[in-house]
């Protein structure tokens, strides 16, 4: 694989898939040599969850690792929300992270468009129009606090196409993407009217949605199973960057050919697969860790041209 040039991007990885503790998350970052990290959770509750006390253990903690804070992933009308019943969960989770994400100088949110009905077999059943007004009102706060939210394309109303997508952002000014390499291959390609709906293809909503997109994760993994009739997850096993179906290595080529100059961020997903047999937690948390490490390792590596 050959650069056009010099890549211009950084690093970074969503620290609780290395540990549960900010200090464990902060070790793996460091040991990688990144100097930034995708805060979701610590001590397995959500950043609005933390007491106090605890917040500003994190903020100390970073500050004196001098590890900066590119975004937080946050449960705002996420895949386990419904449109119709969570704004005031979600207005209730913005009021508290403006103030924290104020604190930890984090541009970005992450937010989705809520989950979606299995047994939905009909675009009109979702009804995109009581998603987008309240994501319209959570976004307008969060813009209005000069931070931006990012729409991730994972298993909600606006990864289930390229048209859904483009839906959101011609409705919500100021909300951009959060491109997930691996979430295409999750989900059904509505971009066909009727079932069996085929896999979406990571390149080719790569290609249409690149413009819109201010940050990356990274995830990979091989496509199994039969197309699904209704609009259900699809069946994949994750796998190392480069190592699935996710056209991790063309998208990180285009990245680098188009100039891309902000964050790159590992979401492995593996350790979880690989290590099903381990009962030990500690031992399972430091299977997490290691995966971790080689994760980003092979990521880099990829970037360099030792996997084509």
């Given amino acids: 694989m050959n650069y056009l040039k010099k890549p211009s ?3 970074a990885g969503i620290g609780d898939e290395a540990g549960d503790p900010i200090e464990k998350q902060i070790q793996a970052i460091r040991e990688l040599g990144w100097s ?3 805060l979701r959770s610590v001590n397995q509750k959500d950043i609005t969850a933390l007491g106090d006390a605890d917040f500003e253990h994190v903020c100390r903690v970073l500050e004196g690792a001098e590890i900066k804070v590119c975004g937080v992933g946050s449960g705002i009308a996420n895949w386990s929300r419904d449109a119709a019943l969570d704004l005031q969960k979600d207005l209730k989770d913005a009021e508290v992270l403006i103030p924290r994400m104020q604190r930890l100088k984090a541009p970005y949110v992450r937010l989705m468009s809520y989950k979606i009905d ?4 009909s675009l009109e059943s979702l009804n995109a129009k009581l998603r987008i007004e309240n994501l319209k009102v959570v976004c307008q706060l969060f813009l209005d606090a000069g931070i931006t939210p990012l729409h991730e394309n994972c298993f909600n109303y606006g990864g289930l196409g390229v048209a859904q997508t483009l839906e959101l952002l011609e409705a919500i000014p100021g909300l951009g993407l959060i491109f997930d390499t691996g979430n295409p291959l999750l989900s059904p390609d ?4 009727g079932p069996p709906y085929p896999r979406q293809e990571a390149w080719k909503v790569w290609e249409q949605v690149r413009d819109y997109v201010r940050h990356v994760h990274i995830k990979d993994s091989v496509c199994y199973g039969e197309l699904p009739t209704n609009f259900h997850f699809m069946a994949t096993q994750y796998a190392y960057p480069g190592a699935g179906d996710a056209d ?3 998208i990180l080529n285009d990245l680098a050919r188009r100039g891309y100059d902000g964050i790159v961020s590992i979401e492995p997903h593996i ?6 047999d ?10 997490k860790y290691q995966v971790f490490l ?3 390792r092979r990521l880099m590596d990829l970037v360099q041209g030792a996997y084509p």
């Fill in 278 to 287: 381990v009962t030990d937690c500690e031992a399972a948390w430091e299977h």
């Fill in 190 to 193: 509505l971009t066909q009217l």
């Fill in 248 to 250: 991790v290595a063309r």
């Fill in 118 to 121: 299995g047994d939905a077999t």
């Fill in 9 to 11: 991007y950084n690093f």
């Fill in 294 to 296: 080689n994760y980003g």
């Fill in 271 to 276: 350790a979880d697969v690989f290590h099903a």
């Fill in 36 to 38: 930034h990290i995708e």
